[in-house]
């Protein structure tokens, strides 16, 4: 649903917002990349059909797909996003644990409900890192999601410091915070509306254990079974070690979903997760024998949003300020009504 802020006054002008949109992108990989130890690789842009590699998201998403007439007409399918690629690259690199990659992922999403947060045009840093079985713990995510959020703040610093009328929101820390915690403190509310709760409370909230069903016997979200392990127990007691990582936005009055990201799936959790989803067909695919057979290494990873990065540290209304792509014309007309100037 399209969210149109009373008396909306952007902080930059479309020519000085796409200095800083460079600033931003720069600056963060840098210290993503020197918090996490992680190096840049090149990545697809789409995958061939049929061999698991494609991120399945929530496992009902329809990827844009083609036939390429060079190798036969099979079909090549666009990333929805490079989750289980890049743990095949670790493996290929052989990367040794504590260090990994990231990279730039491009990807078209024809299903998304088109607003201020969710485009055609994805783009978001993909990152993986390669750990030791005994890192697959919940201390160890919240080290990690400490140092992103770390980053984050870095670079909001560097804007106030170039840009001083876009005054920083964000607090210090980053609080935690399990969904089914989440459901017991709103039993009446639904998972979106406890999502708002949260992030308005806190400020940015990094939500534990999304895709297993809670105790109203329905997960906080979907999550695909075959790459964050959200079966697993933690040590608070709880399904998952994976979860996503939201802020308040105060122009759109809502909770602002940056990036998710998790632990992986081990070959017992894989195969326990595609059980429970009835998709255990998944198990004759590349990519899912490998992981079955031990030949992947345990990881970590996930994706952090590029332009809803530009969109929240810039301070915009609209993902459309920060990327260009297409919306309705209705959208387009409100977004103008409203001195929302889309690229």
Partial sequence: MLIIPQKYNPKLLPETTEVAIQHIKDS????????????RVTAPLFVLSGTGINDDLNGVEHPVSFPID?????????VHSLAKWKRMKLGAYD?????????????????????????????????????REEDRNLEYLKDTVRKIYSAVKKVEAEIYERFPHITPWL??????????????????????????????????VFIIGIGADLSNGEPHDGRAPDYDDWISM???????????????????????????MGIRVSPESLKTQLKLRGCEER??????????EGKLPYSIGGGIGQ??????LLQKA???EVQASIWPESQIAACASAGIKLL
């Avoid at 060079?70 to 666009?78: T, Y």
């Avoid at 210090?172 to 992030?199: C, G, M, W």
């Fill in 171 to 204: 607090p210090e820390e980053v609080t935690f915070i399990h969904s089914q915690e989440l459901l017991d403190r709103y039993p009446d509310l639904t998972a979106k509306e406890r999502e708002n709760k949260a992030a308005k409370e806190y400020g940015a």
């Fill in 28 to 39: 963060f990989q840098r210290h993503l990349s020197k918090a996490l130890n992680l190096r």
């Fill in 95 to 131: 990367i040794a644990p504590g260090y990994g990659l990231y990279t730039d992922m491009n990807a078209i999403r024809t299903f998304e409900d088109l607003d201020n947060l969710h485009s055609l045009y994805v783009d978001q840093w993909d990152w993986e890192k390669t750990i």
């Fill in 307 to 312: 332009s809803r990065l530009c969109m929240y």
């Fill in 283 to 292: 198990e004759r695919y590349d990519f899912h024998k490998s992981l079955i």
């Fill in 318 to 320: 609209h993902i459309g």
């Fill in 70 to 78: 060079a190798i036969g007409g099979r079909q090549a399918e666009v």
């Fill in 234 to 260: 933690n040590s608070d007691g709880y399904k998952g070690l994976n979860g996503d990582l939201i802020l308040w936005n105060p122009i759109l009055e809502s909770g602002f979903e940056l990036s998710s």
